[in-house]
């Protein structure tokens, strides 16, 4: 952990030393021996899976690897332990921790939400049509649940009062308790909305998604619809070893995206089916409605703040004390 004591004022500064770096200087500067990369169960790990099964990472490492972290424990153990130095992380997450002085930045965003309300209820197609129905909502108290509260607010709904939730540890459990009829509706992420469709269909039921959260968001802020939840965060000891190696490995993800998005049939999953326990048809299908990007941070800065705004109202209290500055985009 000995990365991780450094003052804000050198983290600062070292990364911008080192992305400062003359593209002739960086091109000069040895490979990476083993490049590990950490995703999460969700949209944004497919490009990384992608990029790494077509090793369009061989001109920047001699070995490249793709993980999925399972839960946001496993990821901040992961983040705190060093063990994770290049990983897709909850964008609401890497602003909290970079304002409490962890040496974490946000190199892009990855997608621009992936967030659904999944039913087989037709009565449901608003987020004012959850009032007085049973919802499951995965991960409490990080992004898709922050996220909804502030929709359910926004719409005069009162939480316990006027609806009844049931919190589940992940999106595919939250789907799992749908298909079982504990619930009348579940908050999923991509690819679990596509799971659950998949499975009822199988099953002779009929689910479907019901409420696009990114473009009900969309409608609370009057502004855009998207959702930056997650992307490429970089731990200062990757800057300090690596920096150099950083906007080419920025520039495979944006052409992996570019490959999934153009042809999600033809993607290559090969890893992706291992790291995120699903098939490979299941995930080619959930990757129309991932919303999949590849934004620099500082382009997608605008959205982000849109979102960590709504989600920090009134204190800031859940982002340490108010929205990150110039220095968490790289």
Sequence with gaps: MTCFHLTRRSILAGAAASLALPAIARANIGRIEALGLWGPPAGPSITLS???AQDMFKGIATEATMNAWRTPDELRAGLTSGQMLLSVVPIQ???????????IRLANVMT????????????INSISDLKGKHVAVPFRGDVPEIIFGQLLTHHGIEAEADIKLTYAGTPIEAMQLLLAGRVDAALTAEPASTAGITMAKQAGKALRRAINLQEAFGEM?????ALPQAGLAVMQGFLDSHGDALPAILDVIAAATAEVLADPAAANLSIATKQLGMPAPLLAGSIPHSNLVARPAVEARGDVEQMLTAMGAPDFANLGGGLPNDGFYL
């Design 50 to 52: 992608h990029a790494v």
């Design 221 to 225: 802020t009057a502004g855009s619809a």
């Design 112 to 123: 621009n939400g992936l967030l659904y309300i999944l039913t087989g209820n037709d009565s």
């Design 93 to 103: 997450a890497a602003a909290r921790l970079y304002n409490k002085g962890f040496p």
